[in-house]
Every structure is written in structure tokens, then in C-alpha cells.
């Protein structure tokens, strides 16, 4: 295939892995979001204000996800903007990405909303003609209503 033609394809492929990953955590249908991943994916949450977290293995996240979200009777998980680079480091099974990043949240029980705000920091890998999430670096940036910030660190 032409390269560019074959830059395109990936990208388009890229893109819509992330948003089955928003689609699918939206949904809390968590074997789609289990899929999304390679088996051995880690997964690192720098949460701001609370201690880092490293998650290995797709099932690991899923609980991880799934239990988070439990106390939300409304949870939407909104992509702001992604940034995709192929072809990480000369290899055309690797890419990276930074896909920036909502949660509109609403608590069980709960009068007001929240939202939480962050960047993914993604390593992705082709395997048998399919992109999957290899290695994904969380970075909280804020929460509202409690007004808290964490400055990115690029």
C-alpha cells in the first residue's frame, strides 16, 4: 500500500480505538473495553493529589474502571482532542498518542455533577492487522467542583 495511503488507514484505525475505548467505558461495557487492550497492557495512574497507581494486565484495569465507576448513576467519558504519531521510533506496528481528555460524572445520591479532566499517554502496538492499547500513562490535570489542579508536566 502507498504510505501515505497506509498512514491514513492507521491513523483512522488509531482514532477509532480510542473512541471504542470512550464508547465503551461510557457504556461500562467492560469485555469491549478489555479488548481494546493487549493482554499484558500496564497501565499508570498519576492521579494528582492521590498516590500513583500501576495496573498491569487488561483484566487489572477493567476491575480497576469498573469499581471507579460504580458510585456514578451518570458517567460519560468525552475525548477532547488526540494527538496520533505513527510509525514510533521507524517501527509500523507502533504508534503513540496523546488524547486529552473529560469525565462528566454524577454521584449516586448526590446533588451537583463533576467533572474530571486529564491526558492518556499512549503507546500502541499493530498485532495481526489490529491496533491495541500496549501501554497507557494517565496524568489527572483537575476536578471540579473541588477546584483542584495539577499542572502537565510535558
Do not use: K
Request: charged share 30%; aromatic share 12%.
Amino acid at each position: 500500500m502507498d504510505p501515505e495511503l497506509q498512514a491514513t488507514v492507521d491513523h483512522v484505525a488509531i482514532g477509532r480505538l480510542q473512541a471504542a475505548y470512550a464508547d465503551g467505558v461510557t457504556r461500562r461495557d467492560w469485555p469491549a473495553v478489555q479488548a481494546l487492550f493487549l493482554p499484558g497492557a500496564v497501565v499508570e495512574l498519576d492521579l494528582g493529589d492521590r498516590p500513583h497507581r500501576t495496573l498491569r494486565g487488561s483484566h487489572e484495569l477493567v476491575e480497576f474502571v469498573a469499581s471507579a465507576l460504580d458510585r456514578f448513576s451518570f458517567f460519560e467519558f468525552v475525548i477532547l482532542n488526540a494527538h496520533i504519531e505513527l510509525t514510533d521510533g521507524g517501527d509500523p506496528d507502533a504508534a503513540s498518542a496523546r488524547l486529552w481528555m473529560c469525565e462528566l460524572r454524577h454521584a449516586h445520591g448526590e446533588p451537583d455533577r463533576s467533572e474530571a479532566f486529564g491526558v492518556y499517554l499512549d503507546d500502541y502496538r499493530r498485532v495481526d492487522g489490529t491496533w491495541r492499547i500496549a501501554h497507557r500513562r494517565y496524568r489527572s490535570l483537575a476536578r471540579y467542583p473541588e477546584g483542584a489542579t495539577f499542572p502537565f508536566d510535558r
